[in-house]
């Protein structure tokens, strides 16, 4: 039981340090934002990034300082069909307010119409207005027919020029699943540049944390899913994984003093 609780342990630390914490709440608050960025970075691992409502990345880059944590913010959120010009500036007013990373949902309904040129419309200026920050493309994986249409979607947001693609909002009734994930993976697999993969909806236990790096390990390689290159979106999944790692500690010995 103890090595149980070890291997579960160390399971939560290398999930935890790839979690963008995230309150995406539409009665979200200043105050709640500030705790998100207390929580961030108070528990056992930092955590890779905070994601939060735009109106609060200025709240957030002066909540985490110098901080390694980044902060991530979400655009076109969550239905994915606002106009451009109102998304390339709201994207403008994050970058200046501090954001490292955009979240830009995909028009997925052009996609699920075969409007493929539309969608990657959207794409193409926020990845030039984003620079050397991080572009993450939110597919809304769920809200398609069949995973073809997944892997449409995966291609155009990297061909756009997607550094991550990301499953769902978490708005939606059906959001990350393992197959679009292994889809996802397949189409990052086969890309000659690197490309990250944001699961995020829906993820809420160790076990459905593990289900997803356990594939990513087979499909990309043990070492490939770094915060560079894979996080998990969630709001549920920060104390699931401490709990964990409390268990895992009080088992026995910590990392290091073997």
Not at 8 to 19: D, F, I, T
Not at 91 to 99: K, Y
Not at 158 to 177: E, L, R, V
Not at 244 to 251: K, N, T
Request: charged content about 20%; hydrophobic content about 50%; proline content about 6%.
């Amino acid at each position: 039981m103890s090595d149980d609780n070890h291997a579960s342990g160390a399971l939560a630390r290398r999930a935890l340090a790839l979690l963008d914490l995230t309150d995406l709440a539409d009665d979200a608050t200043a105050d709640g934002a500030r705790d998100l960025c207390r929580r961030a970075v108070s528990g056992p691992v930092p955590v890779a990034a905070v994601c939060l409502w735009p109106r609060f990345v200025a709240v957030a880059r002066e909540a985490l300082g110098d901080s390694p944590v980044r902060i991530a913010t979400v655009v076109n959120f969550p239905d994915g069909d606002t106009p451009i010009a109102p998304v390339i500036r709201e994207t403008e007013a994050a970058l200046q307010a501090g954001a490292d990373e955009i979240d830009l949902v995909l028009p997925w309904r052009a996609v699920r119409a075969g409007q493929v040129t539309a969608a990657a419309a959207m794409v193409r200026p926020v990845r030039l207005r984003c620079g050397d920050k991080l572009l993450k493309v939110i597919l809304e994986t769920g809200e398609y027919p069949d995973l073809d249409k997944v892997r449409i979607a995966a291609e155009l947001a990297i061909a756009s020029g997607a550094d991550f693609i990301k499953t769902s909002t978490g708005k939606t009734a059906h959001s990350a699943s393992i197959p679009a994930a292994r889809m996802m993976l397949s189409v990052i697999a086969m890309t000659a540049r690197p490309v990250g993969l944001k699961p995020s909806g829906g993820i809420r236990t160790l076990a459905d944390a593990r289900g997803y790096l356990d594939l990513a390990d087979a499909m990309m390689g043990a070492g490939w899913a770094t915060p560079q290159r894979f996080r998990f979106g969630a709001s549920g999944l920060y104390g699931a994984l401490v709990a964990a790692i409390a268990g895992g500690d009080a088992a026995g010995p910590k990392a290091g003093t073997y």
